[in-house]
């Protein structure tokens, strides 16, 4: 049997460079990793300098408190006369809003609730648009103009 040569374009004194000679080499991402953890624990250790803290209640000024020593700012007196008179300007325009629209209130088409800030007539939008259309509804713009004239007498304080 005839032997068959292996053709190599090696010298014989070459070393076979396999991936288990590289080994020692790390990749530039875990080099950039190894040294931030170093940085980082280097950081850790540094001694900390704490400076005292400033009370932040002593450095901001009291609003209520005078600009001159010894005087003192008087408080405003409430005026309970005012208030009423708006409580009573504001259930005559709830009376006023639910005696135009009662057919709409009993159909539920309008609400009226008295909050705190005044006076909320929520619309359902069946009242003022046919379903599935932008369109406004013949009533809408009746509605709207009365809700107009009943706003305009009142100047809303």
């Known amino acids: 049997m005839n ?21 020692w080499m790390v990749s530039y991402a875990d080099f950039m990793t190894l040294l ?22 002593s450095a901001i ?9 010894g005087i003192r700012p008087h408080k405003p007196v409430p005026a309970p006369v005012v208030a ?3 409580e009573d300007k504001q259930q005559a325009l709830l009376r006023e809003l639910a005696r135009t629209f009662n057919d709409l209130t009993q159909d539920g088409e309008i609400t009226l609730v008295t909050r705190d800030q005044g ?10 648009f046919a379903s599935g259309t ?13 809700i107009a004239a009943l706003l305009a007498d009142n100047d809303n304080r």
């Open 3 to 23: 032997k068959r040569e292996f053709i190599s374009f090696r010298e014989e004194g070459e070393i076979n460079e396999g991936a288990g000679n590289n080994r």
């Open 36 to 57: 931030f953890v170093l940085f980082l624990a280097l950081y850790a250790k540094l001694p900390k300098h704490e400076a005292p803290a400033i009370p932040s209640t």
């Open 61 to 69: 000024p009291d609003p209520h408190a005078s600009l001159i020593p």
């Open 84 to 86: 009423s008179q708006a």
């Open 119 to 128: 006076i909320l007539l929520d619309i359902k939008d069946s009242a003022l």
């Open 134 to 146: 932008a369109q406004p509804a013949p009533q809408a713009e009746a509605i709207v103009a009365k």
